[in-house]
């Protein structure tokens, strides 16, 4: 018998055998993803300035002597206060947004549309009430007023004039009345705050006010709004504008944390 005519069987290899397809896992393009709602609904509120007011009054809560869990009630109170905030501005502001071309701007952009907006910050509302009223009934109504002030100022009363830093001013005066009056005063109707740190927490919305407004100068010169800090910058110019308000903002700061911690929030 010939080489030529023995045949050995063949081996399959483990390629050669049949078996399902393998499905690749598609993993959201970071585009979908920055479009996606949660992330349009988190870029619309003002994150960054609502976790730093919250962060801040949660630490002067802290400072009191509150125990943490009234602590993380101040903290959720004043964050879910803020993000409404930061909605109501965006609503308000979307057709100067998208004539600006603000970036960050879902609304502006068409990513959101407004009725989702409205829907999510009713929701908010609905919550906030019950969490302001948890802090003490004194508490929660000065909780409320304080944003019942900022969205009258988002709305256009005094945003647009020189004296566009009262609101900002009289809304952060209030908050250390928002902590005297909370936590384990609350039932018994708790303490008036402080005089001179209800003065610091004024001027410290001065600075946030200017703050907040330094990014948006150019845009607002263009449209002729002649408000406090753009009278500032342009007698001082912007960059030393962003200095001094920086330097001030941080100063009274730390001032109202000594103060809490020294003399308290409460008289």
Known sequence: MSAKSIRLPRKRTASARPGPAVRRLRLPARADLARSLPVSLFRASHPRQAALTAL??????????????????????????????????????????RRHGFPGKPIAQGVVDHGTVWFALTIAVLLVVPLSVANGVIAGATHLFILGIAMLTNSGVLRRTRFSFVPWMLSFALWPAFLSYGGAHGTEGGDPPGILITILAALLGLGVHVLVALPGLVADNADGIRHFPLLLALRTGAPRLLLVAGVWTGLLGVGILITGATLGVAR
Not at 56 to 63: Q, S
Not at 64 to 91: C, E, F, M, S
């Open 56 to 97: 801040f009054v949660a630490v002067g809560a802290a400072i009191d002597g509150r125990p943490l869990a009234q602590v993380a009630l101040v903290l959720a109170t004043v964050l879910t206060g803020q993000v409404i905030l930061g909605w109501h501005n965006d609503l308000i502001d979307v057709q100067r947004d």
